[in-house]
């Protein structure tokens, strides 16, 4: 089993710390731009800064924006993939580096995601879905089969999108919204029916 370090000292960063334990990691330290503690959780914080970053390393970080842009000035670290041992991944399912399946969660046969995803807590995926890089799917968000989602999108929690469903690079789609059309680009959407309310 590998040691996996942490950047976020955080609540996320606390759930992904349980991840790593659970799975019979050993959790190394917390990195953290501004750390606000000197250890967390029994784990040690350390003020990040390019030359003393570790990996392989867990992005523990939910926007997808800021999560892309620590990832990209940490690029040459190496990053882990982690699952909570009570999540179920199909083993025909590929997931990208740097992301992270929290406990409870589904992904179904044929699954591909991108880097740096987060199918969070009790969401399900379901067969041949193709999740671009820096996705995230919230808590008990629930995507039916076939369905695309573009890079950095964020689907919100308990939202329902269902099967063969495209949605567009950079959207943010409303908790517990239904979404029944394709989304373009861009777009904040919600409601049940979801609908676009405007583009980014």
Wanted: charged share 10%; net charge neutral; aromatic share 4%.
């Amino acid at each position: 089993m590998a040691t996996i370090n942490i950047f976020g000292a955080s609540g996320h960063g606390r759930v992904i710390l349980d991840i790593v334990r659970a799975s019979g990691h050993t959790p190394g330290c917390f990195y953290d731009d501004a750390p606000r503690c000197e250890q967390l959780d029994g784990v040690p914080v350390a003020a990040a800064s390019p030359g003393n970053v570790c990996g392989p390393l867990v992005v523990a970080v939910g926007s997808n924006s800021a999560r892309r842009a620590i990832a990209s000035r940490y690029a040459g670290t190496g990053f882990a993939t982690v699952v909570h041992p009570s999540a179920i991944v199909s083993p025909s399912a590929s997931l990208g580096q740097g992301t992270v399946v929290m406990q409870g969660a589904i992904v179904q046969a044929a699954v591909c995601t991108g880097e740096h995803c987060i199918i969070n807590t009790g969401a399900s995926v379901d067969h041949e879905c193709r999740l671009g890089d820096y996705v995230h799917i919230s808590p008990h968000a629930t995507l039916c089969g076939n369905v695309k989602v573009g890079d950095g999108s964020w689907i919100g929690a308990a939202a329902v999108v269902i099967p063969g469903i495209t949605i567009g690079r950079g959207c943010t789609i409303g908790a517990g919204s239904v979404v029944v059309r394709d989304i373009p680009d861009g777009a904040t959407a919600y409601g049940n029916p979801c609908r676009v309310v405007k583009i980014n």
